[in-house]
């Protein structure tokens, strides 16, 4: 029987966390690809080369050292490169 406060529920959460933040990597270098070979715009080596591996190792170091507050940093900095890809593309 599973209780909300239970390790279980800390467990699945880390889990995911740490599977988005590393899923996140291949989905970025493809949109990166796309971007760079459709409009030439450079901005995305950036975001998209830097962000998606940080948000993989803090996930698993997350996962691994069961520290959540690293977990949800790795979700935010794994879903952050949409939101500043579209902030500096409405920039120029």
Known sequence: MSFPASGENLELFLSRARMMAAGAVPAYLALLLF?????GWHWSFLVF???PPVAAVAGFLGKRD???GLA??????AIAPLPL????E???
């Open 49 to 51: 080369c830097v962000l």
């Open 35 to 39: 971007l760079t070979s459709e409009e």
């Open 90 to 92: 409405a920039l120029f």
């Open 85 to 88: 890809i579209g902030g500096i």
């Open 72 to 77: 949800v940093t790795a979700l935010v900095l």
């Open 66 to 68: 069961i520290r959540p």
